[in-house]
């Protein structure tokens, strides 16, 4: 898919109601009262509370339910907007009780007049106050310098902890914390490359480990390099290195990040080039490939890059992901922004650790077996549901439901199971590009 330019003043609501393959689910209101939210974030554990973060740098507390007056968070004056630029994802600390924190990672608003100019990206911790209201300091802990962008200014290539972010493009990805408490952060390339082959060349710095781009890093709550990370340097020095950081690299954007349980695997969706959606599984030291694949042609623009050639190599080899769109869907998905398995067991069996993947664009879901040894889809996709707006974040709560975060129209839904509702399995769900194209919030290119 290509840029297109994010323009706030044309939101229109998304017309037709969601509809499910199977009619036994439906959707349950929570908000419709939402502006641009990008994602939902809950404390572990917690039936009655979860957050939804708006893509202008507010944050809301929704509590059994019901989305309260004044917001938990408002960091709206440190935040950039337009282009793919905002707040962008929120995680509490998997250890709340012990540590309370909530994680953001959003665009900083730079210094010049010229707002929409180059900037630098952060990801900060904020302590929750004890009465769960709001939250009373923030401690950045990546993307400490702040600048208004990297090219041309005096910034310290070896001392600095800085996200570039001079080409305007995808910046900031999913954070997910661990029960380790290892903080996983996504960086997306920093790159529009729209389609011209000095594009990808342009992008090879996401094939260095140091540079934070095109990356999920793996940190400590300080932010620290996690030891066995996979290019560690193994010291007390390296700590605060970049490339002792990074966990894995060559992503263009890996939007959000999800953790199975019932597998013990983190898996990442990587909104990728044109119509490449694809679904990994982490694995320390994996390479994606980007800029190298998907490109114009997988290795052929770049086969004169040692690095491209060796990827090539890995993937002829069976090095790939879980699932890519467009190679292998039906129908071809355009941006993912969600994976996820149910784990409720009231859901018909057929759910139970199969994928359900979220396309953006598209506006549908749907449902992908996956077999767990070989980590590869097994069916064809089959559709779950159609209509719900444009989806940038959906995940199981604690208390047993699916929420479903929209763009356009900016709203919260969470999935209703209701198996005594009919014998299910008569609609049919149409995937097709229903948000029009001023409308699109283009995380991706
Ligand atoms: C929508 O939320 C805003 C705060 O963001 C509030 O001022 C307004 O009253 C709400 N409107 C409705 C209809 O709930
Ligand atoms: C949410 O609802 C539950 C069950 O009705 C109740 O026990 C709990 O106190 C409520 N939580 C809040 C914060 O009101
Ligand atoms: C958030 O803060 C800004 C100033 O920084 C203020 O203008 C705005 O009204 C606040 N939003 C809400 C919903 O409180
Ligand atoms: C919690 O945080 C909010 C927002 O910062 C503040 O207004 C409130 O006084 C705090 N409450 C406590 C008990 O710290
Ligand atoms: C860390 O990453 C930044 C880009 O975000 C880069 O400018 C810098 O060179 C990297 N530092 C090291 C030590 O690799
Ligand atoms: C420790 O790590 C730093 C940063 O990576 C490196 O420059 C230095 O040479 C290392 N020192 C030793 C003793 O390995
Ligand atoms: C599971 O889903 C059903 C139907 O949507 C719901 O009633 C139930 O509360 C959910 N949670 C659990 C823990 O079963």
């Known amino acids: 898919m290509r840029p297109v330019l994010f323009a706030m003043g044309l939101l229109v609501t998304a017309a037709a109601g969601a509809s499910f393959y199977d009619e036994s689910f439906s959707l349950e209101e929570l908000s419709t009262n939402l502006t ?7 404390v ?9 973060i ?13 989305k309260l007056d004044t917001p938990f968070l408002n960091i709206s004056s440190q935040i950039a907007v337009g282009h793919m630029r905002g707040l962008k994802a929120c995680a509490f600390d998997s250890d709340f009780s012990n ?6 990672s959003y665009m900083m608003r730079p210094d010049q007049a010229d707002p929409t100019g180059p900037t ?4 900060s911790k904020f302590r929750v106050n004890e009465s769960f209201t709001g939250v009373t300091e923030e401690t950045p802990i990546l993307g ?5 962008g990297c090219k041309g200014h005096d910034i310290n290539a070896i001392e600095e902890d800085v996200i570039c972010n001079d080409n305007k493009g995808h910046n900031l990805g999913g954070l997910l914390m661990d029960k380790q408490g290892h903080l996983y952060i996504g960086l997306a390339d920093d790159g529009i490359t729209d389609g011209a082959k000095d594009g990808w060349l342009d992008l090879m710095y996401v094939q260095t480990p140091g540079y934070l781009a095109g990356k999920i890093l793996r940190v400590t709550r300080d932010g620290k390099a996690v030891e066995g990370n996979p290019y560690y340097s193994g010291n007390q020095t390296s700590l605060d290195d970049n490339a002792s950081k990074v966990y894995s690299i060559g992503l263009h954007n890996p939007w959000r990040m999800f953790y199975s349980e019932a597998w013990d695997r983190i898996f990442v969706v990587n909104v990728g080039e044109a119509e490449f959606e694809s679904v990994y599984a982490l ?4 390479n994606i490939g980007w800029p190298c694949t998907q490109a114009i042609k997988n290795g052929e623009a770049l086969d004169d890059y040692s690095v491209c050639q060796k990827i090539a190599n890995e993937m002829d080899a069976g090095f790939n992901s879980l699932w890519d769109s467009t190679k292998e869907g039906s129908p071809g998905s355009s941006c993912i922004t969600g994976a996820l398995q149910v784990s409720n067991r009231s859901w018909p069996a057929e759910f139970q650790e199969a994928f359900l993947f979220a396309d953006y664009c598209n506006d549908y879901i749907f449902l992908v077996d996956v077999d767990r040894t070989k980590l590869k889809k097994l069916d064809e996709p089959a559709d779950f549901a159609s209509g719900m707006g444009t989806i940038v974040d959906f995940r199981e709560h604690p208390d047993g439901y699916v929420y479903v975060v929209t763009f356009f129209p900016g709203a919260v839904h969470r999935i209703k199971y209701d198996k005594k509702a009919t014998d299910g399995k008569s609609k049919e769900v149409i995937g097709s590009c229903s948000i029009s194209a001023l409308n ?3 995380f991706i290119s």
């Open 440 to 442: 699109r919030f283009s």
């Open 44 to 52: 572990s554990g917690s039936q009655d509370k979860f957050l939804v």
């Open 283 to 286: 694995s320390p030291g994996k």
């Open 120 to 123: 630098t990206g952060r990801v």
């Open 144 to 148: 400490r310098v702040k600048s208004n």
């Open 36 to 42: 641009f939210p990008v994602g939902t974030c809950v």
């Open 99 to 104: 540590h309370r924190y909530l994680y953001l």
């Open 54 to 66: 708006e893509l202008g740098g507010l944050a809301w507390l929704f509590v059994n339910g019901t």
